[in-house]
């Protein structure tokens, strides 16, 4: 295998016009925060992109995600503020090189973005009987998680930005939305038009983290040290 890290360019790469846009799809994805531009998203792509969502692999069939589709500004606000406070509370707890670092990256767009995606997960849905989750708990949330992945794809192909804000408590959002006891949050999405994509991840390029190569996470038959 190569260690390319940047498969997009490979020579190996498939000639077959649809496998190459699919992939180029995968490799331009980006979790986006500072390049929204604020401008509307026309609403048949906001359904094409929410269609891909809905149309994710669930454990059971049990399709156990819904989407809160958020534009409310003091709603909003009130969320970023949130964030902003659970960002200070994170970077607290940072060594003073990692703190460099960190006051360099933006960890959301929520104000920035058109609309915010709130997806969740209903544990309860096609219960108690749910085929195949039996013995895996969380098969239910890793269905919700196919979800977001088709969203987060298909907003790249429709040229849109897509940022997941995870600096949040779940008690707060499911207070701030309503959202039922039963019922958990598990992704707060910025959605909108983008000035440009970046070629390199943002935490990459300011230097949190470096990614490393495929051969490092290959095993073979078992798992090896």
Request: hydrophobic share 40%; with cysteine.
């Amino acid at each position: 295998m190569s260690n390319n890290n940047s498969p997009i360019n490979s020579n190996h790469f498939l000639e077959n016009s649809l496998s190459k846009q699919f992939y180029e799809v995968i490799f331009k994805r980006r979790d986006v925060r500072s390049q929204f531009n604020g401008e509307p998203i026309p609403e048949e792509s906001l359904r094409r992109i929410l269609e891909a969502a809905h149309a994710a692999p669930s454990v059971g069939l049990s399709q156990p995600w819904d989407f809160i589709l958020v534009t409310d500004v003091e709603t909003k606000t009130n969320f970023q503020s949130h964030v902003s406070q659970e960002r200070k509370y994170f970077a607290d707890s940072l060594t003073e090189q990692e703190s460099k670092i960190f006051e360099k990256i933006k960890i959301e767009g929520i104000l920035e973005s058109s609309l915010s995606i709130v997806v969740t997960y209903d544990p309860t849905r096609g219960a108690p009987n749910v085929l195949g989750r039996h013995a895996i708990a969380d098969a239910g949330l890793y269905s919700v998680c196919l979800a977001i992945q088709n969203l987060w794809l298909a907003a790249t192909a429709e040229n849109l930005g897509l940022g997941w804000v995870s600096f949040y408590k779940e008690q707060f959002l499911q207070n701030l939305l309503s959202i039922p006891k039963t019922i958990r949050p598990v992704a707060w999405l910025c959605l909108g038009p983008v000035t440009h994509v970046e070629q390199t991840p943002d935490l990459e390029r300011q230097g949190w983290k470096k990614r490393r190569g495929l051969e490092e996470f290959i095993h073979y038959e078992q798992w090896s040290l």
